[in-house]
């Protein structure tokens, strides 16, 4: 079994530290020390592609530049890599958003994944327009979808919902291959909405026991309604030759903290409707209250799994930290619950990248569960102190 690999697009920008931001806090709050251009952001999809990762993720939110259009420029700046690129339903028409999709991949085919979100802010959906309550924002998504199943499929579809109503709605061009569909969310609303039309489901990086009761949560209502999904996490990761050195590497994020940056962090994410944001910050609860979060190991929730991104950061707030040998093998345990897909990230987004693909990604290839591609994530390792070693 090989494993797909995605990376992570910061269009808020880049920087050595952690880059807060998302998930309930203010518009503008992320911003990093480096400029997301096409240039930077294409130099990051291009060692992806050669490191032989599946995709990158593009996010979405009030805090980041628009994921479609930056999509759509870097579709042109590389040749295989896809794009996840993630989008709130409530925002477009079921049909425009099924006409984008198969424009995009008419020009770039088989390169585009769609992650779906559902948006846990209220304060955000309204500044957009939308004024549902989070149960609802879930039962539109639901009847979205639906939508724009039929129309991939060459229905002409008319429909008319609690939420949503098209009449006589049709695309000029079918997508092909079909987008698949990648679905986050850990409240009741979510599961049903997961199992009825995702094709892959996505979760945040908690420890492996949680990841697990999730994952058999939603295999149950996919197969009550006789589907089977995939699954992904999404984690940042801090690696290096030794764990000593991530472990310092980790302390050297926290030091850029203080006290009234991460209160000022966690009020904004207080505000998430969010169960996911919710649960990341209960895996840092003790440690802001009682001030022991200055130590990295502190924050390790589970063996090389650390929450100190998500003390400024909302969304994905955990990551795994440790030598190469040692991330390997948490992506393998996770791999073992039945994970397919990671999406990772670090600090800065281009290096951490590289000690990624050069430190970890041989140990997975060893492992079977990553392909050998030569050169790239098998080849050369400089950064391993004997030159090639793993």
């Known amino acids: 079994m090989t494993l797909a690999f ?194 892959v489901y996505l979760t945040w990086g908690e420890p492996v026991e949680a990841v697990a009761r999730k994952i058999e949560w939603i295999r149950e209502l996919a197969a009550a309604r006789d589907r089977k999904i995939r699954f992904g996490i999404r984690l940042h990761v801090i690696t290096r030759d030794t764990a000593e050195d991530a472990w310092r590497q980790a302390g050297l994020l926290l030091d850029a903290l203080d006290e009234e940056t991460v209160a000022a962090a966690q009020a904004g994410l207080a505000r998430s409707e969010s169960t996911g944001q919710q649960r990341m910050r209960e895996l840092h609860e003790r440690h802001r209250a009682d001030g022991s979060w200055r130590d990295p190991r502190a924050l390790e929730v589970a063996p090389n799994l650390w929450a100190g991104v998500g003390l400024v950061r909302g969304g994905a707030g955990t990551a795994l930290v440790g030598d190469h040998a040692e991330v390997a093998e948490r992506i393998a345990e996770y791999a073992s619950l039945g994970i397919d897909e990671f999406i990772l990230s670090g600090y800065p987004h281009l290096e951490e990248l590289f000690w990624f693909g050069e430190g970890v990604l041989p140990h997975l290839v060893r492992r079977g569960l990553f392909p050998d591609l030569g050169g790239g994530s098998g080849g050369h390792v400089p950064f391993l102190p004997d030159g090639g070693s793993a």
């Open 6 to 199: 995605h990376w992570f697009l910061p269009t808020y920008g880049d920087s050595r530290f952690i880059v807060g931001g998302g998930h309930g806090q203010r518009a503008g709050a992320a911003s990093g020390d480096r400029r997301a251009s096409i240039g930077y952001l294409s130099s990051i999809v291009r060692a992806a592609e050669e490191f032989g990762f599946t995709g990158a993720l593009i996010p979405t939110g009030a805090w980041c530049e628009d994921a479609w259009l930056t999509a759509a420029m870097l579709a042109r700046e590389s040749e295989r890599l896809a794009f996840l690129v993630a989008f709130r339903p409530g925002l477009i028409s079921p049909t425009l958003a099924a006409q984008m999709a198969a424009t995009f991949s008419a020009h770039a085919p088989g390169r585009l994944l769609l992650n779906v979100v559902t948006g846990g802010e209220a304060h955000e959906q309204r500044a957009y327009g939308d004024h549902l309550s989070k149960e609802e924002r879930y039962a539109r998504c639901a009847e979205f979808l639906a939508i724009v199943r039929r129309l991939w499929a060459g229905e002409t579809v008319t429909a008319r919902g609690a939420h949503l109503h098209v009449e006589a709605a049709r695309l000029p061009t079918l997508p092909s291959p079909v987008p698949p569909l990648y679905f986050g969310g850990s409240s009741a609303a979510a599961g049903p909405v997961a199992a009825e039309h995702a094709d």
